[in-house]
């Protein structure tokens, strides 16, 4: 029975590849240092288990995890690549949040972002969901009963970011020397509220990489929090340097230089978005504060 289903969900995933041309990464494996969000079904585990045995780990352990068990991060690669998980075939091609992207992911100019109304946008979507209903109702009574368990009580945000920071502290023990973790540390250290902790992670990741915009868009806000708005800005410019693109930056440039009493600079970077889609709460107030100030 499994097996069968199994081959069912190769097609699936064999038609999805077909019509999503994936690109190289380039040893790129940021997308797999925060799968916390994910919930990757027993299917697509059990699948997994069933042609590779030497990556055996239950679907529970996995979405208990935040970096991706199936991550090489010594070698930045996949172990597991050809039978992967759903979400990874289709990440970059589509996802719910445009931001969500890292600065230099190759699929930046290339991407479809949808919602829970438009999520049918993915290929195959209803008939990946057919499948792994029918295999979850087909599970054992105890397991089938664990799953809707976790669906309907997952584990609490802040004891799933407290997890982390042991898994993080144990990879940079191995790769002291990619930067990449030190940020997602001091992501989960602040989170957490604990800011110097944070800061500490994320000046380690930039002098490990300086041309993270992530890394600098963070320290940005956690230097605010504390109230050293110039480095702030000096952080926010920083980070605008690898992402010019980042119309979320660019307003939040302009609102710490309007803090600061720089109304030039701040009407500067809030002009910039008058002509963008997205709607900036405050941004037209702001504006029309600035040039009366600056009268």
């Given at each position: ?13 064999n038609k999805i590849d077909c019509e999503l041309e994936a690109k190289h ?271």
């Open positions: 029975m499994k097996e069968k289903i199994f081959k069912r969900l190769r097609k699936i995933y990464c380039r040893f790129c494996v940021e997308c797999c240092l925060d799968i916390s969000d994910l919930n990757v079904t027993p299917l697509e585990i059990d699948y997994i288990n069933y042609y590779d045995s030497t990556q055996t780990i239950s679907w529970q352990e996995y979405n208990n995890k935040t970096i991706c068990p199936y991550c090489d991060i010594e070698k930045r690669k996949c172990l597991i690549y050809e039978l992967r998980p759903r979400f990874c075939r289709i990440f970059g091609h589509f996802l719910e949040n445009y931001y969500n992207f890292y600065s230099a992911c190759v699929y930046r100019e290339s991407h479809t972002v949808y919602d829970k109304n438009s999520i049918d946008k993915i290929p195959y979507h209803k008939e990946f969901c057919e499948l792994v209903k029918e295999y979850i109702y087909n599970l054992h009574g105890k397991e089938q009963e664990e799953y809707f368990q976790t669906l309907a009580h997952p584990l609490r945000e802040a004891e799933k970011i407290r997890n982390s920071i042991p898994e993080y502290m144990e990879a940079i023990n191995k790769t002291p020397g990619y930067a990449s973790l030190y940020y997602h540390l001091g992501k989960s250290y602040s989170s957490l509220n604990m800011k110097n902790e944070a800061i500490n992670c994320l000046l380690k990741s930039l002098t490990l990489d300086p041309t993270q915009f992530q890394a600098y868009n963070l320290l940005s806000f956690r230097f605010y929090e504390l109230g050293f708005i110039d480095y702030a800005i000096i952080s926010m410019k920083r980070a605008l340097r690898s992402a010019p693109w980042n119309n979320r930056a660019i307003f939040s440039l302009g609102l710490f230089y309007f803090e600061a009493g720089k109304f030039k600079e701040a009407l500067e970077n809030f002009e910039k978005l008058i002509n963008q889609k997205e709607n900036f709460e405050g941004l037209e107030n702001y504006i029309k504060i600035a040039r009366e100030l600056l009268i």
